[in-house]
């Protein structure tokens, strides 16, 4: 690094206060700035003195009236030492004879103090040329200004920045810039206080006074192929045309340092984490303890080897930088309001989500075939489910549909067996059969719903369902028909008479089978049940089932089975109050009575429930509907065949 030697200031009486009497005696001539005249000036604000507010300020002898209500309180021994930096630098670049040739670079300082209100004055009184501070104003039509060499802390270079940015002026930025008179040495302070080699903070203002005369001479030498760069005022150069120049900028320093200020490139580098190693007489030492790497692999850019830190005697314990614990997984940041970035809330991951990682932002949403564990840390595949024979309400359901189907079965051997009987004739032993089978067949359907889904079985489960319980109605329809014809036409010759002869009744059953295998043609033919999955059912379960494919065409095929079990019903009420010897109006209007309350029940409790019990309240309405009509139209018959045999006389039914 260049040596620091003793340089002069272009105003006269400046001295450096060496003892508290002579502090106290500079307050009354104090100045805010510095000037050092040239044909291109660069502006400075560091802290060089500090003053504080005290209450008994009149009550002090000295009662300056520049500085009001502000008390000097002390200078900073470091700034004066950044100051020199500065100012050396400037001297160095104007002896130079390959840098900005006849070109003189001139300076002009201000104390920047810690107080926002009090930088920002500073930094409008500098723009104004005024001695005071009055925004957008400047008495000088020509600036010789040309750049800002801002701050020992980033707070007061944001402070000045802001407000620099407004007016296009170039700003270097070196964090540790600070300033103050420029006429004393070193040497006269005492050895414990400063530093007599240079600084770090020192050698970045070196760096930034050279960055700038880099840009000015880089730019003069671009211009002055083009066109003059002196008019008769001087050298006319206007802060705004630096700034993408400095940008870019890229030079090596008299030490041989490259020095780049090019954003991209320096976020390249490495960087070291220094610790301040503080001994008697207010002496220190600089420590490398760690150094952080932005090329490093992630998790490994920051070494620090805490056994060389050495922290403040009031820290019992290493410190921590947050003000908040990190969230572990299954947790994410809840920012606290109004509060620091570090300050934050561990709030658990939301329902479906997890986190398995350390202070994470936002939670990650499992996959539809996953669900996540209690602690929310990973996702587990979720198991899948169906109505199957295994399970105990699968195999419950299984046993009750092949128990009625067989009990339908015996039922209809009954009535075969004693087909020549008065009752069996009377009731309509054709349609009997009919009904009879149909009802097996409904039984047996229902087993296509359980044990898990595949193509065939979904195509299956709603068109069988739905025929063979069209055939079941309709029959139950034909045989109250049958009934009513029987009873209006029992005068010869009538045209009804004609009819229950004929056998006409019979023919609603084939007719309304067929309207409703067209319906499920149309559904088959337009959108088909398929095999689907119900993530949404079970939170820890895949549900495989059948989707329906249109819920219109499944309702209109329900809705089509409804009318017909309600014509049903209506018929066989009208009927219910007909002679004693054609009972069977009674048990048909009650048989549909069942059916009907089965299937209007049937809808909100479906719809009211998810997985396999959806399932499962369906094959419920198919038995339960089935053994409505099993129980109430046959067993009165049954136990007229099978336990009052006497009964089943011509004379026992009249």
Same mark, same amino acid.
């Given at each position: 690094?260049?040596?620091?030697?003793?340089?002069?200031?272009?105003?006269?009486?400046?001295?450096?206060?060496?003892?508290?009497?002579?502090?106290?005696?500079?307050?009354?001539?104090?100045?805010?700035?510095?000037?050092?005249?040239?044909?291109?000036?660069?502006?400075?604000?560091?802290?060089?003195?500090?003053?504080?507010?005290?209450?008994?300020?009149?009550?002090?002898?000295?009662?300056?009236?520049?500085?009001?209500?502000?008390?000097?309180?002390?200078?900073?021994?470091?700034?004066?030492?950044?100051?020199?930096?500065?100012?050396?630098?400037?001297?160095?670049?104007?002896?130079?004879?390959?840098?900005?040739?006849?070109?003189?670079?001139?300076?002009?300082?201000?104390?920047?103090?810690?107080?926002?209100?009090?930088?920002?004055?500073?930094?409008?009184?500098?723009?104004?040329?005024?001695?005071?501070?009055?925004?957008?104003?400047?008495?000088?039509?020509?600036?010789?200004?040309?750049?800002?060499?801002?701050?020992?802390?980033?707070?007061?270079?944001?402070?000045?920045?802001?407000?620099?940015?407004?007016?296009?002026?170039?700003?270097?930025?070196?964090?540790?810039?600070?300033?103050?008179?420029?006429?004393?040495?070193?040497?006269?302070?005492?050895?414990?206080?400063?530093?007599?080699?240079?600084?770090?903070?020192?050698?970045?203002?070196?760096?930034?006074?050279?960055?700038?005369?880099?840009?000015?001479?880089?730019?003069?030498?671009?211009?002055?192929?083009?066109?003059?760069?002196?008019?008769?005022?001087?050298?006319?150069?206007?802060?705004?045309?630096?700034?993408?120049?400095?940008?870019?900028?890229?030079?090596?320093?008299?030490?041989?340092?490259?020095?780049?200020?090019?954003?991209?490139?320096?976020?390249?580098?490495?960087?070291?984490?220094?610790?301040?190693?503080?001994?008697?007489?207010?002496?220190?030492?600089?420590?490398?303890?760690?150094?952080?790497?932005?090329?490093?692999?992630?998790?490994?850019?920051?070494?620090?080897?805490?056994?060389?830190?050495?922290?403040?005697?009031?820290?019992?314990?290493?410190?921590?930088?947050?003000?908040?614990?990190?969230?572990?997984?299954?947790?994410?940041?809840?920012?606290?309001?109004?509060?620091?970035?570090?300050?934050?809330?561990?709030?658990?991951?939301?329902?479906?989500?997890?986190?398995?990682?350390?202070?994470?932002?936002?939670?990650?949403?499992?996959?539809?075939?996953?669900?996540?564990?209690?602690?929310?840390?990973?996702?587990?595949?979720?198991?899948?489910?169906?109505?199957?024979?295994?399970?105990?309400?699968?195999?419950?359901?299984?046993?009750?549909?092949?128990?009625?189907?067989?009990?339908?079965?015996?039922?209809?051997?009954?009535?075969?067996?004693?087909?020549?009987?008065?009752?069996?004739?009377?009731?309509?032993?054709?349609?009997?059969?009919?009904?009879?089978?149909?009802?097996?067949?409904?039984?047996?359907?229902?087993?296509?719903?359980?044990?898990?889904?595949? $193509?065939?079985?979904?195509?299956?489960?709603? /068109?069988?369902?739905?025929? =063979?319980?069209? %055939?079941? #109605?309709?029959? @139950? !329809? +034909?045989?109250?028909?049958?009934?009513?014809?029987?009873?209006?036409?029992?005068?010869?010759?009538?045209?009804?008479?004609?009819?229950?002869?004929?056998?006409?009744?019979?023919?609603?059953?084939?007719?309304?089978?067929?309207?409703?295998?067209?319906?499920?043609?149309?559904?088959?033919?337009?959108?088909?049940?398929?095999?689907?999955?119900?993530?949404?059912?079970?939170?820890?379960?895949?549900?495989?089932?059948?989707?329906?494919?249109?819920?219109?065409?499944?309702?209109?095929?329900?809705?089509?089975?409804?009318?017909?079990?309600?014509?049903?019903?209506?018929?066989?009420?009208?009927?219910?109050?007909?002679?004693?010897?054609?009972?069977?109006?009674?048990?048909?209007?009650?048989?549909?009575?069942?059916?009907?309350?089965?299937?209007? $029940?049937?809808?909100?409790?479906?719809?009211? /429930?998810?997985?396999?019990? =959806?399932?499962? %309240?369906? #094959?419920?309405? @198919? !038995? +339960?509907?089935?053994?409505?009509?099993?129980?109430?139209?046959?067993?009165?018959?049954?136990?007229?065949?099978?336990?009052?045999?006497?009964?089943?006389?011509?004379?026992?039914?009249?």
């Amino acid at each position: 690094m260049p040596a620091l030697t003793p340089v002069a200031s272009s105003r006269q009486g400046s001295h450096l206060p060496r003892t508290s009497s002579e502090m106290l005696s500079c307050v009354t001539c104090m100045k805010p700035s510095l000037l050092k005249d040239g044909d291109l000036i660069v502006g400075g604000f560091f802290p060089l003195y500090v003053f504080h507010h005290f209450p008994d300020l009149y009550e002090f002898p000295i009662k300056p009236k520049a500085l009001t209500k502000l008390y000097f309180d002390r200078l900073q021994p470091k700034s004066y030492q950044y100051l020199l930096a500065f100012i050396f630098a400037i001297e160095e670049v104007n002896r130079s004879p390959h840098l900005l040739p006849n070109v003189s670079l001139g300076f002009d300082l201000y104390n920047a103090i810690h107080s926002e209100w009090k930088t920002l004055e500073s930094t409008l009184t500098w723009l104004s040329a005024v001695g005071k501070a009055i925004p957008n104003y400047t008495c000088v039509r020509k600036s010789k200004s040309v750049a800002v060499i801002t701050g020992n802390t980033g707070a007061i270079s944001a402070q000045i920045g802001t407000l620099l940015e407004l007016y296009k002026f170039p700003q270097a930025d070196c964090e540790t810039l600070q300033g103050c008179p420029a006429n004393a040495s070193l040497e006269d302070l005492p050895v414990h206080v400063f530093d007599m080699s240079m600084s770090e903070g020192s050698y970045h203002i070196y760096n930034a006074v050279y960055a700038v005369a880099h840009t000015l001479h880089e730019m003069l030498l671009q211009r002055v192929e083009v066109q003059p760069v002196w008019n008769g005022d001087g050298l006319t150069m206007y802060p705004w045309q630096l700034n993408s120049f400095l940008k870019n900028i890229k030079f090596d320093n008299s030490v041989g340092d490259e020095v780049n200020l090019d954003q991209e490139r320096v976020s390249r580098k490495d960087y070291d984490i220094l610790n301040y190693w503080n001994f008697p007489q207010g002496l220190h030492l600089q420590v490398k303890v760690g150094k952080f790497s932005p090329r490093a692999p992630h998790g490994h850019r920051l070494s620090i080897s805490e056994e060389m830190i050495e922290w403040n005697v009031e820290f019992k314990e290493i410190p921590h930088s947050v003000c908040s614990e990190s969230c572990g997984p299954g947790f994410r940041k809840t920012h606290q309001e109004g509060q620091a970035a570090c300050c934050f809330d561990c709030t658990p991951c939301p329902e479906h989500e997890i986190s398995n990682e350390t202070d994470v932002e936002q939670c990650v949403r499992c996959l539809d075939d996953q669900y996540p564990n209690p602690a929310r840390d990973r996702c587990l595949p979720k198991v899948v489910v169906f109505l199957a024979y295994e399970d105990p309400l699968g195999a419950a359901l299984a046993g009750v549909a092949l128990g009625f189907s067989v009990l339908t079965a015996l039922v209809l051997v009954v009535f075969v067996k004693h087909r020549n009987t008065p009752l069996v004739k009377a009731n309509n032993r054709n349609l009997s059969y009919t009904l009879l089978a149909s009802l097996c067949l409904c039984f047996l359907c229902s087993l296509l719903f359980l044990g898990r889904p595949n $193509t065939a079985t979904c195509i299956l489960q709603q /068109t069988t369902f739905a025929i =063979m319980f069209t %055939v079941a #109605v309709s029959t @139950i !329809l +034909a045989k109250t028909i049958t009934v009513v014809l029987a009873f209006k036409a029992t005068a010869p010759g009538k045209r009804m008479r004609q009819w229950l002869v004929s056998g006409a009744p019979n023919s609603v059953i084939p007719i309304c089978s067929l309207l409703q295998v067209m319906l499920c043609g149309i559904w088959l033919g337009t959108c088909p049940p398929f095999i689907d999955t119900d993530t949404h059912a079970e939170p820890q379960q895949l549900l495989v089932l059948c989707n329906k494919g249109s819920a219109t065409l499944f309702y209109l095929v329900l809705g089509y089975l409804g009318s017909l079990a309600l014509g049903s019903f209506s018929v066989a009420f009208l009927a219910r109050s007909l002679p004693d010897t054609f009972n069977e109006a009674k048990y048909l209007t009650f048989s549909m009575l069942v059916f009907c309350s089965v299937w209007v $029940t049937f809808i909100p409790v479906y719809h009211s /429930t998810k997985g396999k019990v =959806m399932v499962a %309240v369906e #094959v419920f309405s @198919i !038995l +339960a509907s089935s053994a409505g009509l099993l129980g109430c139209i046959f067993a009165p018959k049954c136990y007229i065949l099978l336990v009052r045999p006497n009964r089943n006389v011509l004379q026992g039914i009249k």
